[in-house]
C-alpha cells in the first residue's frame, strides 16, 4: 500500500483505520507514512475510507490559516480528504501478505477468499471430520495482532513431528515445501500476514496431546492464537464424547457453530477419495 505524498494533507483519519497500526503522521514531513514491516497489505485503509478528492494544496492552505485563528480544519473522521491510498503491483514473496490478508482476493490454490478455508462449515459435504475423528482449527494472529509465517512453520514442524497430519484443502497446507515435515518456504518467513488457519485432524485419543503440543508451542511466538475444535454429533445431536473430553482437561466447553447437515452430497466418489488420501 502507498500513500500518494504529493495527495496526503497529515489529517491522521487513517491511523485507527489500519488494524496493524501501521500507519503514522510523520510530524517532520508533515504526511503520513506506513510503516512496510507493520503493514499486511490488507486493503482496509483503501477501501474502508470514503474519499472526497479535494486538492490538497487547498486543504493544506486552510489548515494552516485555520490554525493562526486557533480553530481547526478537520474532514470528517472516516474521510481521506484527498483520496491518497493507492495499492501498488505486488511480487512475491511481498504478495503473500496480500493473499492471506485482503478479504477480497481469492486464494488460488483452494478458490476461498480471507483465509481461504471453509474450515468445517462444509462438513456435511466434503466429510473432511468423520465420527470419531476431532478436527482442529489453529488460528494465528486474530484480533488485530498479524502473524509471521515463521512462528506459523513452529507450529507445523512440531505437529509434523509428533506425526500430525494436515488437512489437504487449506492453503497453509498448500504452501508447505515438504509436508512430512511441516517445512513452508524460505523466502516467505519473514512475511507478516493479518491471519492464518492451521488444520488438522486426529482421532479423540490424540486430543490432549495435539492441545498440549499448541499450548507450548504458544508460548515460544509472537502472536496470538485461538483454537476451534470439532466433532460429529450422534444420531440425537448430542456430543458425549469430546465435550467431557475437553471438560476433563480443564477447557470450558460451549458450542460455538452447529453445522446441521443440510448439505447435500454431490460428489461422493471425489469424497471418498480425498478421505482415503488424507487418512
Ligand atoms: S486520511 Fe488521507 S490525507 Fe489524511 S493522513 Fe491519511 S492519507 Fe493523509
Ligand atoms: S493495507 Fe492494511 S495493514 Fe497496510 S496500511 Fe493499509 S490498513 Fe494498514
Known amino acids: ?4 505524498q504529493k495527495k496526503c494533507v497529515a489529517c491522521g483519519n487513517c491511523i485507527p483505520v489500519c488494524p496493524m497500526g501501521a500507519i503514522y503522521v510523520d510530524t517532520g514531513k508533515n504526511r503520513a507514512q506506513i510503516n512496510d514491516d507493520a503493514c499486511v497489505e490488507c486493503g482496509t485503509c483503501y477501501r ?4 472526497e478528492n479535494l486538492n490538497p494544496v487547498l486543504v493544506r492552505m486552510v489548515r494552516k490559516a485555520a490554525r493562526w485563528f486557533r480553530f481547526r480544519f478537520e474532514p470528517e473522521p472516516d474521510v481521506c480528504p484527498t483520496g491518497s491510498f493507492e495499492m501498488n503491483d505486488l511480487e512475491m514473496p511481498r504478495l503473500i501478505r496480500q493473499i492471506f490478508s485482503d478479504p477480497v482476493v481469492e486464494h488460488t490454490s483452494t478458490g476461498i477468499k480471507g483465509r481461504g478455508t471453509e474450515e ?12 470419531g475423528e476431532v478436527g482442529y482449527t489453529i488460528e494465528f494472529g486474530r484480533p488485530g495482532v498479524g502473524v509471521r509465517f515463521r512462528d506459523i512453520q513452529l507450529m507445523t514442524r512440531t505437529l509434523a513431528k509428533n506425526g500430525i497430519k494436515f488437512e489437504k484443502k487449506n492453503p497453509i497446507t498448500l504452501l508447505m515445501t ?12 519473514n512475511e507478516k500476514i493479518l491471519s492464518a488457519i492451521v488444520e488438522i485432524r486426529t482421532t479423540l485419543e490424540e486430543v490432549e496431546k495435539v492441545l498440549k503440543l499448541v ?13 476451534g475444535i470439532s466433532t460429529r454429533c450422534d444420531t440425537n445431536g448430542e456430543d458425549n464424547l469430546l465435550a467431557p473430553l475437553l471438560e476433563n482437561l480443564g477447557y470450558p466447553f460451549s458450542r460455538a457453530k452447529t453445522n446441521m447437515g443440510l448439505g447435500r452430497i454431490t460428489n461422493k466418489i471425489e469424497v471418498k477419495d480425498n478421505m482415503k488420501s488424507t487418512l
Open 1 to 4: 500500500m502507498i500513500i500518494n
Open 48 to 51: 474502508a475510507m470514503s474519499t
Open 120 to 131: 468445517v462449515k462444509t462438513n456435511d459435504v466434503n466429510l473432511r471430520v468423520d465420527t
Open 178 to 189: 515438504d509436508e512430512s515435515r511441516g517445512d513452508l518456504p524460505e523466502d516467505i518467513l
Open 215 to 227: 499450548h507450548k508451542v504458544n508460548l515460544q511466538i509472537d502472536t496470538v492464537i485461538a483454537i
